[in-house]
């Protein structure tokens, strides 16, 4: 074979070699990541690990890959760190003209790199992943613990998973929630509680996980930086970001479009955002914002009772609004500044506001990040809408009311005629909840 075990090479490698090659893969499989000093049955640690050649040890057809020209073969650049399963496949006959020596080469560059990489990084640098995922009327994406990861070292930080009994550290799983499948035609005209219950259900799993694995984190100083991934259907998302702990560096990712990653696209441009007043009827006690970010909210789309109130608009500059406007990690930041700017002017203006209507087209990372900034002790609250069918219906409300946050899901589209959801407290599990719901409406 190219290479042998560690234990039995016949010492031709010398110790210093092995060692060099051993920490260079940080005790890890250069091909499939395996922790190689980890015994699975016996949780004892072993030597698990074997190196092999990539140029093969003899200069012989009998040595996989041994006729490449290659004088010091025992070098710690011809080595690598594998585990047996891999040494056997890449080194069998049939593989052979598979794992060439370029790509052996390459597999190892790349290792040994990400493992420089990582083990350079500072304490400072470490981030606590935290992953929503549900479907979006019946759309699903790939959002696993490997791809959060793989963000995350893109944006040069090392995640560390609060382990779960699943091992998949912070996850919100919404996709098991009863309801989200539910359509417009469900949604108006099947069961009475089918949406009502879906938003319910959800914001109390958001809740309950927020409660008793994020903020025992923070209160024991194991968070001290955030990474949030979301995919979920948007007024929940933005219900995320108003749970985030505003004290915690935060930085929210973005899915890509072009490669379905969640990593930030440097070669993309920085793109600004303005705010301009669309409508301008008197302050009142009610408002809108018309986010036009990943679309545009075409005016005969604003729910009739909202026409004659002070509208707002938020968009971006020279550019048009499009799905995947903020793929740079500065255009999330310039939109987190142009909306802080303008919920800074709203607390400015007349004390009169007491609800902002959203009608949003946004992004991911932009809603969770309206979230984030809506300060309930300071800010009107958010009459969050989404589009279902054509329109825009109200529903959920994201306010104070006697230290809670309050969040309200309706099925008409105006907050006149809007049917809300009455009671709060605790969920179905007993468990303390920030969130309940009340019926929205004018106060």
Request: charge should be positive; glycine fraction near 10%.
């Amino acid at each position: 074979m190219g290479g042998t075990g560690s234990g039995q090479n016949g010492g031709k490698i010398p110790p210093k070699v092995r060692l060099e090659v051993w920490v260079r893969c940080g005790g890890r499989c250069a091909i499939c990541n395996r922790n190689l000093l980890d015994g699975g049955m016996t949780a004892r640690t072993l030597w698990l690990g074997e190196l092999a050649h990539i140029v093969g040890r003899h200069d012989s057809a009998h040595s996989p890959r041994g006729e490449s020209v290659l004088d010091h073969r025992e070098s710690a650049d011809n080595l690598m760190l594998v585990c047996s399963d891999d040494h056997n496949e890449f080194d069998a006959p049939g593989a052979l003209d598979v794992f060439t020596v370029s790509m052996l080469r390459e597999l190892k560059r790349s290792h040994e790199d990400r493992i420089r990489h990582l083990t350079g990084l500072g304490e400072d640098r470490a981030t606590t992943v935290l992953r929503m995922v549900g479907q979006v009327h019946g759309r699903e994406v790939e959002l696993s613990r490997e791809t959060a990861m793989t963000a995350v070292v893109a944006a040069k930080r090392y995640p560390l998973f609060l382990e779960s009994y699943s091992r998949h550290g912070i996850e919100i799983d919404l996709r098991h929630v009863l309801g989200e499948s539910a359509g417009p035609t469900d949604m108006l005209c099947g069961p009475k509680e089918r949406s009502r219950s879906y938003f319910r259900n959800a914001t109390a799993l958001i809740d309950d996980v927020i409660e008793r694995q994020l903020k025992h984190g923070i209160v024991t100083n194991a968070v001290r930086h955030l990474s949030i991934f979301g995919f979920a259907r948007l007024p929940l998302l933005v219900y995320l970001g108003s749970r985030l702990d505003d004290t915690v560096p935060t930085e929210i990712h973005q899915r890509q479009r072009h490669d379905e990653s969640w990593r930030w696209q440097e070669t993309a441009p920085v793109v600004e955002f303005i705010t301009r007043l669309d409508h301008a009827a008197p302050h009142g006690r009610e408002e809108v914002v018309v986010l036009n970010i990943s679309g545009t909210v075409n005016p005969e789309e604003i729910p009739v009772d909202l026409r004659g109130l002070r509208r707002y608009q938020i968009s971006p500059i020279e550019v048009t609004s499009a799905p995947d406007i903020i793929a740079h990690q500065g255009s999330l930041k310039n939109f987190i500044a142009c909306v802080r700017s303008f919920l800074a002017d709203i607390d400015a203006a007349p004390k009169t506001i007491r609800r902002l209507h959203v009608l949003p087209a946004l992004p991911l990372s932009a809603a969770i990040s309206l979230g984030r900034l809506h300060h309930h002790q300071v800010h009107p609250e958010l009459a969050i809408y989404e589009r279902l069918d054509g329109r825009y219906w109200r529903t959920m409300d994201i306010t104070l009311s006697a230290g809670e946050t309050i969040v309200a899901a309706s099925r008409q589209p105006s907050f006149r005629s809007a049917a809300g959801i009455g009671g709060r407290g605790r969920h179905a599990h007993g468990v303390p909840r920030r969130g309940g719901y009340r019926r929205p409406g004018p106060p």
